[in-house]
């Protein structure tokens, strides 16, 4: 571990890396590039866009896009300006883009139209909230609509760009000299967490927050100008904004991005590795086990490669899985714990030996931690209570929501919610939640959040949402429903209720329909003997007396949470609901179940269709 670099501020680190690095240095590699030259002006034009419509200090920016090279020139310009970035989920729907707006009031709004057509959210916004549209198409972009709007010709009280798009409505603009470097104290980015109530939470992260936290990046991870990251974890989540494109930026490093994850393009994301010298891995556990699941032509895919930390995060990692995975790709994996309420990371285990201890989170560094009781006191080493917190990396509060600040904030130390134990030798190991928080692939599911939509259904009379452990995904969500008898209700109308209101990350793997939930004496759902009905279900074959074919489309509907109607043999990913990487799993692993058989990774790779599914199934029975 190397000694932590002083940083001076966030600002003063931004200004110094464009004065240190050539602007041609390439700093994204995706779907559409990005040089340290091309940010910079973007970031200049975009202080002349703040400085028009008046934006100043805690002016909240939302941006929500599936486009990385627009979010991540929109945050450090908003941030690097004083304002506060918020990025939303590039995958959400309309209505969780409404709660966003909601929650954020923003004075700035940058949104896919593929998400949200401005028509529609204009009626969403508070007053003096400007509104422009993302979207790459060349034919939308019209580049005159901004410099008539900068020469007064306003909308309302609203920037509606309608006729144009982000970047390409910035050419006629000219870029300003960035604002006064913001104190420490200024919030620099707000990211949301669905909270435990239909109310999200802001979590207020500091410049001086993130300053402590990259310092720490930099000393732990070895991350320098001629590193390499390859971090495909989603932008509007800490670690894939964090360990992603803020960290490279600040090294002069680059950050490579090649789109949003499916597991036919595992192997390809591997080989990138080798090809691009990747010095820097991010990934989550559900990646490494699908790496477990590929032939033997992979094990020598990270060995004599450029690639110096493989960094697994978002959820624990098993032990099992842990040192599987090592001891066939000869390639050391580090772990960590963090949350959002922490910038990112708290507590290393590894890359440094002195911090790696496999089935633990390793130790704390550059803050602390402790381990108390139910009053708050030090419980003795192996002993379990909650894991709380403090340091330079703690969030400033939650936005909006002093109580809720109040409640897990005191006296500087952050309440995780977490159950945990420290050794005699410093080493801390989570043994539990205190929170109902459900960790699915690496993604934080309040289950409170998706039982409140259930209940908003008409004809739902009573429902509770949980997590049953997977062997891939840690956990996945499950929601048991009562419903009226005549209400007409199926799981196929639950779930397309779900999607309507919820993004595909928060919609169940399984919803099972039951006559009525258990309850205790005092009336309190009891959850356990729920969870053992939901898993007799989830671990049973579907009841069909169908042939092959028949059986392989009601797996298929059932998986993908569609209609058994919605779907042939010429569906694919690409033309079906539901059908994603996570999905993918799920659907061989009950294929697996459902025929007794075992699927090889290379089927697996190639199953593009159910077509493609149906001959598996055939062929490996044949076997």
Same mark, same amino acid.
């Given at each position: 571990?190397?000694?932590?670099?002083?940083?001076?501020? =966030?600002? #003063? %680190?931004?200004?110094? /890396?464009?004065?240190? !690095? +050539?602007?041609?240095?390439?700093?994204?590699?995706?779907? *559409?590039?990005?040089?340290?030259?091309?940010?910079?002006?973007?970031?200049?034009?975009?202080?002349?866009?703040?400085?028009?419509?008046?934006?100043?200090?805690?002016?909240?920016?939302?941006?929500?896009?599936?486009?990385?090279?627009?979010?991540?020139?929109?945050?450090?310009?908003?941030?690097?300006?004083?304002?506060?970035?918020?990025?939303?989920?590039?995958?959400?729907?309309?209505?969780?883009?409404?709660? =966003?707006? #909601? %929650?954020?009031?923003? /004075?700035?709004?940058? !949104? +896919?139209?593929?998400?949200?057509?401005?028509?529609?959210? *204009?009626?969403?916004?508070?007053?003096?909230?400007?509104?422009?549209?993302?979207?790459?198409?060349?034919?939308?972009?019209?580049?005159?609509?901004?410099?008539?709007?900068?020469?007064?010709?306003?909308?309302?009280?609203?920037?509606?760009?309608?006729?144009?798009?982000?970047?390409?409505?910035?050419?006629?603009?000219?870029?300003?000299?960035?604002?006064?470097?913001?104190?420490?104290?200024?919030?620099?980015?707000?990211?949301?967490?669905?909270?435990?109530?239909?109310?999200?939470?802001?979590?207020?992260?500091?410049?001086?927050?993130?300053?402590?936290?990259?310092?720490?990046?930099?000393?732990?991870?070895?991350?320098?100008?001629?590193?390499?990251?390859?971090?495909?974890?989603?932008?509007?989540?800490?670690?894939?904004?964090?360990?992603?494109?803020?960290?490279?930026?600040?090294?002069?490093?680059?950050?490579?991005?090649?789109?949003?994850?499916?597991?036919?393009?595992?192997?390809?994301?591997?080989?990138?590795?080798?090809?691009?010298?990747?010095?820097?891995?991010?990934?989550?556990?559900?990646?490494?086990?699908?790496?477990?699941?590929?032939?033997?032509?992979?094990?020598?895919?990270?060995?004599?490669?450029?690639?110096?930390?493989?960094?697994?995060?978002?959820?624990?990692?098993?032990?099992?899985?842990?040192?599987?995975?090592?001891?066939?790709?000869?390639?050391?994996?580090?772990?960590?714990?963090?949350?959002?309420?922490?910038?990112?990371?708290?507590?290393?285990?590894?890359?440094?030996?002195?911090?790696?201890?496999?089935?633990?989170?390793?130790?704390?560094?550059?803050?602390?931690?402790?381990?108390?009781?139910?009053?708050?006191?030090?419980?003795?080493?192996?002993?379990?209570?909650?894991?709380?917190?403090?340091?330079?990396?703690?969030?400033?509060?939650?936005?909006?929501?002093?109580?809720?600040?109040?409640?897990?904030?005191?006296?500087?130390?952050?309440?995780?919610?977490?159950?945990?134990?420290?050794?005699?030798?410093?080493?801390?190991?989570?043994?539990?939640?205190?929170?109902?928080?459900?960790?699915?692939?690496?993604?934080?599911?309040?289950?409170?959040?998706?039982?409140?939509?259930?209940?908003?259904?008409?004809?739902?009379?009573?429902?509770?949402?949980?997590?049953?452990?997977?062997?891939?995904?840690?956990?996945?969500?499950?929601?048991?429903?009562?419903?009226?008898?005549?209400?007409?209700?199926?799981?196929?109308?639950?779930?397309?209720?779900?999607?309507?209101?919820?993004?595909?990350?928060?919609?169940?793997?399984?919803?099972?329909?039951?006559?009525?939930?258990?309850?205790?004496?005092?009336?309190?759902?009891?959850?356990?003997?729920?969870?053992?009905?939901?898993?007799?279900?989830?671990?049973?074959?579907?009841?069909?007396?169908?042939?092959?074919?028949?059986?392989?489309?009601?797996?298929?509907?059932?998986?993908?949470?569609?209609?058994?109607?919605?779907?042939?043999?010429?569906?694919?990913?690409?033309?079906?609901?539901?059908?994603?990487?996570?999905?993918?799993?799920?659907?061989?692993?009950?294929?697996?179940?459902?025929?007794?058989?075992?699927?090889?990774?290379?089927?697996?790779?190639?199953?593009?269709?159910?077509?493609?599914?149906?001959?598996?199934?055939?062929?490996?029975?044949?076997?």
């Amino acid at each position: 571990m190397n000694e932590r670099p002083l940083l001076e501020s =966030l600002s #003063a %680190a931004i200004d110094n /890396r464009f004065e240190a !690095v +050539d602007a041609e240095e390439p700093f994204l590699v995706g779907a *559409v590039p990005l040089t340290y030259g091309t940010l910079k002006d973007r970031m200049g034009r975009l202080q002349t866009l703040f400085n028009h419509y008046g934006l100043g200090a805690g002016d909240r920016i939302v941006v929500v896009s599936s486009d990385d090279s627009s979010v991540i020139s929109l945050y450090f310009a908003t941030v690097r300006a004083g304002l506060v970035a918020v990025i939303g989920n590039g995958e959400t729907t309309a209505v969780e883009v409404a709660r =966003l707006i #909601a %929650a954020a009031e923003p /004075r700035m709004l940058f !949104v +896919d139209r593929a998400i949200m057509p401005i028509e529609a959210v *204009v009626a969403l916004l508070p007053e003096n909230c400007h509104v422009i549209s993302i979207d790459g198409t060349p034919s939308l972009r019209k580049r005159s609509l901004v410099s008539k709007l900068l020469g007064g010709n306003r909308l309302d009280t609203r920037l509606i760009v309608d006729r144009g798009a982000f970047p390409a409505l910035l050419e006629d603009v000219e870029p300003s000299p960035l604002a006064p470097a913001p104190a420490d104290a200024t919030v620099a980015h707000m990211l949301f967490t669905s909270g435990t109530t239909s109310r999200p939470k802001g979590v207020e992260i500091t410049h001086g927050n993130i300053i402590a936290q990259l310092s720490t990046f930099l000393s732990v991870y070895g991350y320098e100008a001629n590193s390499r990251i390859l971090n495909i974890l989603p932008l509007h989540h800490t670690d894939g904004l964090m360990q992603g494109p803020v960290v490279a930026f600040i090294a002069g490093a680059t950050v490579y991005r090649p789109g949003q994850f499916r597991v036919a393009d595992l192997p390809e994301l591997m080989a990138t590795v080798r090809r691009e010298r990747i010095t820097h891995f991010i990934v989550v556990p559900t990646m490494l086990s699908l790496m477990m699941r590929l032939d033997e032509e992979y094990n020598d895919s990270f060995k004599g490669s450029d690639l110096r930390v493989l960094r697994s995060s978002a959820d624990l990692l098993d032990p099992t899985l842990w040192r599987s995975f090592e001891k066939r790709f000869g390639v050391e994996v580090t772990n960590s714990y963090g949350l959002t309420e922490t910038v990112c990371e708290a507590i290393y285990c590894g890359p440094a030996p002195v911090t790696k201890r496999i089935g633990t989170i390793g130790k704390p560094i550059d803050c602390k931690a402790r381990i108390v009781d139910d009053s708050g006191n030090d419980v003795p080493a192996g002993e379990v209570g909650e894991l709380w917190i403090s340091g330079t990396n703690i969030m400033k509060g939650y936005f909006r929501q002093p109580g809720e600040t109040a409640a897990l904030l005191t006296d500087g130390w952050y309440h995780t919610g977490d159950l945990a134990r420290v050794d005699a030798d410093g080493f801390f190991a989570i043994a539990g939640r205190k929170k109902t928080v459900i960790v699915t692939g690496g993604t934080n599911v309040h289950p409170e959040n998706i039982t409140t939509t259930i209940r908003e259904l008409e004809g739902v009379i009573d429902a509770v949402t949980f997590g049953l452990k997977d062997e891939v995904f840690g956990e996945i969500v499950v929601s048991c429903v009562v419903v009226a008898p005549d209400s007409g209700l199926d799981v196929n109308a639950i779930l397309s209720h779900f999607r309507i209101y919820l993004s595909a990350e928060k919609v169940p793997a399984a919803v099972y329909l039951l006559d009525d939930l258990p309850r205790g004496p005092a009336g309190k759902i009891l959850l356990d003997d729920v969870k053992v009905l939901a898993a007799e279900r989830a671990n049973g074959k579907i009841n069909s007396t169908g042939d092959i074919p028949e059986q392989v489309l009601e797996i298929a509907a059932r998986t993908f949470k569609v209609p058994r109607s919605t779907l042939t043999f010429q569906s694919t990913p690409d033309n079906t609901n539901g059908w994603d990487s996570l999905a993918h799993i799920s659907f061989i692993a009950a294929l697996e179940r459902q025929f007794s058989l075992c699927i090889t990774a290379s089927e697996i790779m190639n199953l593009r269709s159910l077509a493609d599914a149906e001959w598996i199934v055939r062929r490996t029975r044949r076997l």
